[in-house]
């Protein structure tokens, strides 16, 4: 059953530090997106790719944040200087890349930033 | 604009009731696709339904059915004697063709089966 897997799962962090985070999208899926899921905010966007090329970063605090797809079996989410605010459970969903398709999701990281 | 609405913050039910979680949405996307997914309390989304805006015919699979009307913009999940397992968060989510990947999410409503 193909998944999409995300590290760490859970992380803890001073403000200040750099987090970064990890996506391996299902196997075949060329489409890669990063969520963020507050109380607050509820599910955004916050960036995705296809075939590794950045799409759509508009969800993205730019001055802080960076996502990356080093390779097609990676996608990575850096934040640098994080900040308490960046508290929230961080979801990577992979597509099999037509428009419109189904995405799925992994299990998320769970980042609390004191 | 695009917007999904599900007006129902919470709702709590006793095991083998029906429930029926709404959801509303508003495009202008003559094309569009609408999906359910669920968020039990381990946290991850889990894809339940994708469906077109050209495919009005109701779904049924298992004891969950899905009911979409374009009449009034809605595409509402039922599930038919309910049990403790599925007590989660249900959200509805948009994507229309416009911004053809972006899939715009609700609120959620949060689903409390009681044994």
């Known amino acids: 059953d193909a998944r999409v897997t995300q590290t760490p799962r859970d992380k803890v962090t001073e403000m200040g530090q750099e987090v970064t985070m990890r996506c391996q999208p299902i196997l075949g899926h060329n489409t890669v997106f990063w969520y963020r899921q507050t109380m607050m905010q509820g599910l955004e966007l916050l960036a995705y790719f296809r075939n590794r090329a950045p799409l759509d970063d508009s969800g993205m605090p730019k001055d802080r944040f960076s996502a990356e797809m080093p390779d097609a079996t990676l996608a990575t989410l850096k934040i640098q200087p994080s900040e308490p605010r960046d508290s929230a459970v961080y979801f990577c969903?992979?597509?099999?890349?037509?428009?419109?398709?189904?995405?799925?999701f992994g299990p998320g990281t769970r980042l609390l930033v004191l | 604009a695009q917007k999904v609405t599900q007006a129902q913050t919470e709702i709590s039910v006793v095991e083998k009731e029906d429930v029926t979680l709404d959801c509303v949405y508003e495009?202008?996307?003559?094309?569009?696709?609408l999906f359910w997914y669920k968020q039990p309390p381990s946290g991850e989304l889990v894809f339940l339904i994708r469906r077109n805006s050209f495919d009005e015919q109701n779904e049924i699979s298992g004891r969950y059915s899905w009911n979409f009307q374009k009449s009034t913009s809605s595409f509402n999940f039922t599930i038919t004697a309910s049990q403790v397992v599925d007590s989660a968060v249900y959200f509805c989510a948009l994507s229309g063709s416009y911004n053809t990947d972006k899939l715009i999410f609700g609120t959620g409503t949060r689903l409390q089966v009681f044994p």
């Open positions: 495009t202008r996307d003559t094309t569009y696709y």
């Open positions: 969903a992979s597509g099999p890349g037509q428009p419109q398709e189904t995405q799925y």
